[in-house]
């Protein structure tokens, strides 16, 4: 009954295998000071996460909360003919907890650029 997983188990779990018999017999063992990922193996100048500043972050989370309106609205307008006026109502909800979160982060400052 079960022979037909078992045997695509054992398939999967052999390839697994060999791949990475594989890749252990042809594998190159690079050195860690040259083959560093930041910009090509070069070393780097200064740490990853000091390069942003804080205020990024609350403009992140301006765009997130614009995305995910519209992720809501594109749905929301396909079929709010059929609904009536109770999805125009619970529309003007969200839209209203948006708007207080928009009005906190400008109030934080992340809508100032400069």
Same mark, same amino acid.
């Given at each position: 009954?079960?022979?037909? &997983? +078992?045997?695509?188990? /054992? =398939?999967? @779990?052999?390839?697994? #295998?060999?791949?990475?018999?594989?890749?252990?017999?042809?594998? &190159? +063992?690079?050195?860690? /000071? =040259?083959? @560093?990922?930041?910009? #090509?193996?070069?070393?780097?100048?200064?740490?990853?996460?000091?390069?942003?500043?804080?205020?990024?972050?609350?403009?992140?989370?301006?765009?997130?909360?614009?995305?995910?309106?519209?992720?809501?609205?594109?749905?929301?307008?396909?079929?709010?003919?059929?609904?009536?006026?109770?999805?125009?109502?619970?529309?003007?909800?969200?839209?209203?907890?948006?708007?207080?979160?928009?009005?906190?982060?400008?109030?934080?400052?992340?809508?100032?650029?400069?």
């Amino acid at each position: 009954m079960y022979a037909g &997983v +078992a045997s695509m188990l /054992l =398939v999967a @779990l052999a390839g697994i #295998s060999a791949i990475h018999l594989v890749h252990r017999f042809t594998a &190159v +063992a690079p050195d860690a /000071l =040259v083959s @560093l990922p930041f910009q #090509s193996g070069w070393p780097p100048q200064e740490h990853a996460l000091s390069r942003y500043h804080a205020r990024w972050y609350l403009a992140t989370l301006v765009f997130l909360a614009f995305d995910v309106e519209m992720l809501f609205m594109y749905p929301w307008a396909v079929v709010v003919a059929q609904m009536g006026a109770s999805a125009v109502t619970e529309m003007f909800l969200f839209l209203g907890a948006l708007l207080i979160v928009v009005v906190w982060a400008w109030r934080e400052g992340a809508l100032r650029w400069a």
